[in-house]
């Protein structure tokens, strides 16, 4: 890959011809976070030359008429909706190109149930949990060691996501959050560092460390400035370093992840990683994760968003749906 730099990258002419559908927004409980991300991607790819086509799925913005206007589509739409496989589903019964995994490994990534048992198959590590659901929900929420973090099935940027200390003595927020989200997780609180790693076509990029100033890395620290610090490239041994992207890039394989994604890591006391999860659609933000090891990378927001553009064109063109749709 040639790296340039910042407003500096221009798409290659044969490429400026294409018209990108940037698709953000939604109805998920993620629709603020994806209209930055949808914001950020669509100014990124003016600046590489492309024109683009704003397309919010909860204003019309998947009508035929709307979709047979681009020949790409890019994905910036987080939780249900976006990362659960169903989109790509249906971009791809009427034949548009789009960035990203396909509609299974999509929904194996964003279903943390499925997610944990793909790992478990794999031999991928990750922290001991089970799935609380039923009549069976206060049996084992009781019997499962404390402390532990509940978080829904399917939901992501931690939204749900509660520590239990005490089962018994919690119950009633258990049972509140049982009847929010249906099916929940309840995952063995791992105590260490955090990590994530970005995944780039098969490549692992800087370890980040993240440290928030919150009890754990919730919502808000995810998504209010200076809540959180980011450690770009993890200031770890070389040998870690490796273990993390070794790891991470397993993850992602064993899910049938492509393009991209971030893992997301703990690693205990005794150095013992633990994978937490695998997000296929990662925030998009300059400031959001991937694109900060991108950067690390030498490589910029803008080139990583024409990257992705290109690896769907070409994977269009090799599959036979070629330049226009067929919807």
């Given at each position: 890959m040639r790296?340039?730099?910042?407003?500096?990258?221009?798409?290659?002419?044969?490429?400026?011809?294409?018209?990108?559908g940037?698709?953000?927004?939604?109805?998920?409980g993620?629709?603020?976070?994806?209209?930055?991300?949808?914001?950020?991607?669509?100014?990124a790819?003016?600046?590489?030359?492309?024109?683009?086509?704003?397309?919010?799925?909860?204003?019309?913005?998947?009508?035929?008429?709307?979709?047979?206007?681009?020949?790409v589509?890019?994905?910036?739409?987080?939780?249900?909706?976006?990362?659960?496989?169903?989109?790509?589903?249906?971009?791809?019964?009427?034949?548009?190109?789009?960035?990203?995994?396909?509609p299974?490994?999509?929904?194996?990534?964003?279903?943390?149930?499925?997610?944990?048992?793909?790992?478990?198959?794999?031999?991928?590590?990750?922290?001991?949990?089970?799935?609380?659901?039923?009549?069976?929900?206060?049996?084992?929420?009781?019997?499962?060691?404390?402390?532990?973090?509940?978080?829904?099935?399917?939901?992501?940027?931690?939204?749900?996501?509660?520590?239990?200390?005490?089962?018994?003595?919690?119950?009633?927020?258990?049972?509140?959050?049982?009847?929010?989200?249906?099916?929940?997780?309840?995952?063995?609180?791992?105590?260490?560092?955090?990590?994530?790693?970005?995944?780039?076509?098969?490549?692992?990029?800087?370890?980040?460390?993240?440290?928030?100033?919150?009890?754990?890395?919730?919502?808000?620290?995810?998504?209010?400035?200076?809540?959180?610090?980011?450690?770009?490239p993890?200031?770890?041994?070389?040998?870690?370093r490796?273990?993390?992207?070794?790891?991470?890039?397993?993850?992602?394989?064993?899910?049938?992840?492509?393009?991209?994604?971030?893992?997301?890591?703990?690693?205990?006391?005794?150095?013992?990683?633990?994978?937490?999860?695998?997000?296929?659609?990662?925030?998009?933000?300059?400031?959001?994760?991937?694109?900060?090891?991108?950067?690390?990378?030498?490589?910029?927001?803008?080139e990583?968003?024409?990257?992705?553009?290109?690896?769907?064109?070409?994977?269009?063109?090799?599959?036979?749906?070629?330049?226009?749709n067929r919807?």
């Amino acid at each position: 890959m040639r790296v340039l730099t910042g407003k500096f990258f221009k798409a290659p002419e044969n490429f400026r011809s294409l018209k990108v559908g940037v698709l953000a927004g939604g109805s998920s409980g993620e629709r603020s976070v994806s209209l930055r991300s949808g914001r950020a991607v669509q100014k990124a790819l003016k600046h590489a030359g492309f024109n683009t086509l704003w397309l919010d799925p909860a204003r019309g913005g998947l009508r035929i008429e709307s979709l047979a206007r681009i020949d790409v589509a890019f994905l910036a739409l987080h939780g249900k909706g976006g990362e659960d496989g169903s989109l790509q589903g249906f971009l791809e019964d009427r034949g548009i190109p789009y960035i990203g995994s396909a509609p299974k490994p999509s929904l194996q990534a964003f279903d943390k149930g499925l997610s944990k048992r793909v790992f478990e198959r794999f031999k991928v590590p990750t922290a001991a949990w089970t799935v609380l659901k039923g009549d069976s929900l206060e049996k084992k929420a009781r019997e499962f060691p404390a402390p532990f973090f509940i978080k829904p099935i399917r939901e992501g940027s931690s939204i749900g996501v509660f520590e239990i200390r005490d089962a018994s003595r919690q119950m009633a927020r258990i049972r509140s959050a049982f009847r929010r989200y249906g099916a929940l997780l309840a995952e063995r609180k791992i105590e260490g560092r955090e990590f994530t790693v970005g995944i780039l076509g098969n490549r692992a990029l800087p370890v980040i460390e993240l440290k928030p100033k919150r009890t754990f890395y919730d919502y808000k620290a995810k998504y209010t400035k200076g809540m959180t610090e980011y450690r770009v490239p993890a200031p770890v041994s070389a040998a870690v370093r490796r273990r993390l992207q070794r790891v991470a890039l397993k993850a992602h394989r064993a899910l049938g992840l492509r393009d991209f994604s971030r893992v997301d890591m703990m690693a205990d006391s005794k150095g013992h990683l633990y994978v937490l999860e695998a997000n296929s659609i990662p925030g998009f933000t300059e400031l959001s994760l991937l694109p900060k090891a991108a950067r690390a990378a030498g490589c910029s927001f803008e080139e990583l968003c024409f990257t992705l553009v290109k690896w769907a064109y070409e994977r269009s063109l090799r599959s036979g749906v070629g330049l226009k749709n067929r919807i």
